[in-house]
Structure formats: structure tokens, C-alpha cells
């Protein structure tokens, strides 16, 4: 028989050590995503039309991925900031000083362009403070509250103090729009009560530094009853589990603070607390069963996140997902390589930004959402993320350090 061939020595050193080198990681494309939001900053494309009522969350988007990318400044001269922020207080709406009326109390915050109502800019010496809202005012001409939330962080982000913001009639506002049963609708005329605007609210009084315009025991048994049999949170009560209303809702309760941010099922009654004591802090718990939830969040993991069961995976849920779990602070339980591996498939490599999916062309939510994640895990030349505003923690500074609502 003839012998079986050996193998040189050098040869199989060779072998085993390519075996045991690490596969090379894929690029985060840094200056290519860079270059997709300036482009985007300075003139959106065709497609996204339709979104015209929306280009201040639009805003947001470019805005703060340019600040999580750590080149804001470079990026957008003092000038155009400048510019940048009289747009955004163009766009507030604030009660007439001749006229002011009550009715027009869930008209006041931040809204979308063209609103019919003119404002007064600064270029004869007047402070541009935004537009007025009289007796005329029709309700087509209201705030959103998705567009304040919005404008608040794109003006904290652009290095504004918040001095403008007409913070009393926002709250106002507030009142109106929440519902019996604890959510809050966008605005007067749009009556889709849900976890989104649930959200939006209780970002925009943490930002204002003021919670009175929020019934928060009424946000609580919504948010508590949101929750579903799989221990993720619907948009409202009898709906489906879903990711992004997961995220509003947790980080909801993480921005109320204090008890709102127990766990129902795991609370134990003191020895010197009374039955009735103990059921009324235990009312103040916003999770029903935090370690469900958890677990629901992390069994969305495929290589990224799918936003609900047996769906695809979605680079927005990077995030809604991610920012969850970190906000209950698990996110390190979170499988850092499949995440970043799906999302450096996402990134476009011709002109940056992420799709929603491989091989799908960017847009500027995906985009933000792809860095906002990536920011999470850590990666090199993003700053790092604040969960529970979806903002840098830069700005998070700057919100307690340098606004006239939290400053000293």
C-alpha cells in the first residue's frame, strides 16, 4: 500500500494559524454617513415629500446624527446653527398677546412648516418668539407633540437655552391632549391616542423641568395595561406587542423617575408598611413583570432586532430594542457582534446611511437609528448615548448645565 501523503510542517503552522486568527470586522463607514447627513441637512430628497409636516423630526434626525458622529460644529457653521434655530422657534406656536383665549390651549408648542400663521423674525430687531395664536386661529394650525419633543432636543443640540420656549402654554397644552385613560393624541385634531405620544410627553416635561401638565397616575395604568401576555408593551391596551412602543413605554417610566420605574411583581411589603400603603406605592410601579419584559426585549435578537414576533429584522429596533434594555440596564445582555454584523450590512457603502433592511436604500430615521445603536455598543467615533432621550450624552449635559429650566 502506498503511504498517505504528509503535510509540510510549515505548511500546517500556517493552516492552524489562519484557523485561529479572528475574521477581519466590516467598517463602520464613518465619513461616508457623515457626508449622507450633510447632504440630507442641506436638501432632502424627492421621496421624502409626503413628510413634508414632519421635517422637523426630520431635523432631529440629521442634526443628531451629526452630533453623534462628533463633527456638528465642523459640519454646520455658527451661521447656519443660528439659522437653524429661528427656523425652529418660527415654527412655535404661543398664545396672542392681544387676544389670548382658552381655547386655545392644546394649540401651543412646536408644529410643522407652512402652518398659515405668521411669525415675526428677527431681522428688524424683534425677538422671533413664533406665531401667534388668536381667535382666528384654526385648529389646522396646532402644535404637534411630536414636533416639540423634536424641536426641544434639535435646539438643545444646536446649543440653544431653551429662553424662547414658551414653557407655561406647552404645558397647557399637555393637559388638553391627554385622554381619560392616560395616553395623549398628537394634537386636537388627530385623535390616535398611543404609546408614541405617551412618550412625547413625558420627554417634553422632563426637558421643560416641569411634570404638571402630566396626570401621571393615569400614565401609569396605561402603560400597565399596555403590557401584554408576552410581557412586551402595545401601542395601547389589546394590542400587539411591539418594540418601539416598548422602548416609549420604558423610557417613559425611566424619565418619570421614583417609583414609577418598580417592578409590580417583585415588590414586597415592609414590615411597618400597612396593606393599604403597600398597595398604593405598589399602584406607583409602572412594570407589571420587569424580568418578562427583559426577556421579551432580548428574544427579539436574531443577528439585529425584529420589532415584533416572527418578523424580520430591522435596523430601527437596533435601537427601540437596544435602547430598552439598556435603559433597564441589561444591554449587556445583548449579543454585541450579531448586532454591529447586521447593522454594517445595513450601512450603504456607496453614499452612507443605513437602510431599513440589506440591500434597501438609506433614509434619515435608519440612519439615525443604525448610529444611535452603534453608539450604545461603544463604537469608535461615536459619542456615547444617552437611552431614555435618545440624544448624546453631550447634549444631555448641556440640557442639565446650560438650559434656563435646569441650570442653577
Known amino acids: 500500500m502506498l503511504a498517505a501523503p504528509t503535510m509540510d510542517t510549515q505548511q500546517q503552522k500556517t493552516q492552524h494559524a489562519a484557523a485561529d486568527t479572528p475574521p477581519e470586522q466590516p467598517t463602520f463607514l464613518r465619513e461616508k454617513h457623515i457626508q449622507y447627513f ?49 427656523w425652529i422657534y418660527s415654527q412655535q406656536r404661543i398664545p396672542s398677546k392681544d387676544s389670548p383665549s382658552e381655547d386655545n390651549d392644546a394649540l401651543y408648542g412646536f408644529g410643522g412648516p407652512f402652518s398659515g400663521l405668521a411669525f415675526k423674525d428677527n431681522t428688524d430687531g424683534r425677538q422671533n418668539l413664533g406665531c401667534e395664536c388668536d381667535s382666528h386661529t384654526t385648529p389646522y394650525d396646532t402644535a404637534h407633540l411630536t414636533m416639540t419633543y423634536t424641536a426641544l ?32 393624541i398628537p394634537c386636537i385634531t388627530d385623535y390616535e391616542p398611543d404609546m408614541r405620544f405617551v412618550y412625547c410627553a413625558c420627554a417634553v416635561s422632563y426637558i421643560l423641568n416641569d411634570w404638571s401638565g402630566v396626570d401621571k397616575p393615569a400614565v401609569l395604568n396605561f402603560i400597565r395595561e399596555s403590557q401584554t401576555y408576552e410581557h412586551g408593551v402595545a401601542q395601547s391596551p389589546r394590542h400587539e406587542a411591539h418594540g418601539g412602543t416598548t422602548y416609549c413605554a420604558i423610557a417613559s417610566l425611566g424619565l418619570m423617575g421614583g417609583d ?7 415588590m414586597v411589603r415592609q414590615e411597618s408598611e400597612t396593606e393599604s400603603a403597600f ?23 436574531t443577528t439585529g432586532f425584529q420589532g415584533r414576533t416572527n418578523k424580520p429584522t430591522d435596523t430601527c429596533y437596533s435601537f427601540w430594542l437596544g435602547g430598552a434594555v439598556a435603559a433597564i440596564g441589561s444591554f449587556d445582555l445583548v449579543n454585541f457582534e450579531c448586532n454591529r454584523g447586521f447593522l454594517m450590512e445595513t450601512q450603504n457603502k456607496a453614499i452612507g446611511g443605513f437602510g431599513k433592511w440589506v440591500d434597501t436604500f438609506p433614509d434619515v430615521l435608519h440612519s439615525y437609528m443604525g448610529i444611535a445603536s452603534l453608539g450604545l455598543m461603544g ?30
Open 379 to 408: 463604537e469608535p467615533g461615536i459619542r456615547p448615548l444617552e437611552p431614555l432621550l435618545n440624544v448624546s450624552k453631550r447634549v444631555e449635559e448641556r440640557l442639565y448645565n446650560e438650559t434656563v429650566f435646569w441650570k442653577k
Open 279 to 301: 398597595e398604593e406605592r405598589r399602584a406607583r410601579a409602572g412594570f407589571v413583570d420587569l424580568e418578562g419584559t427583559r426577556r421579551w426585549c432580548l428574544q427579539r435578537q
Open 38 to 86: 450633510k447632504r440630507n441637512l442641506q436638501m432632502l430628497p424627492q421621496p421624502y415629500t409626503s413628510q413634508d409636516t414632519f421635517r422637523m423630526t426630520l431635523g432631529l434626525f440629521v442634526l443628531g446624527g451629526l452630533e453623534l458622529l462628533g463633527c456638528l460644529e465642523e459640519t454646520i457653521s455658527e451661521a447656519n446653527r443660528e439659522a437653524w434655530i429661528e
Open 153 to 184: 432636543l434639535s435646539l438643545i443640540i444646536l446649543g440653544d437655552d431653551l429662553s424662547r420656549v414658551a414653557r407655561e402654554p406647552i404645558i397647557r397644552s399637555l393637559k388638553k391632549l391627554q385622554q381619560p385613560d392616560g395616553s395623549f
Open 260 to 266: 414609577a420605574f418598580l417592578d409590580q411583581k417583585t
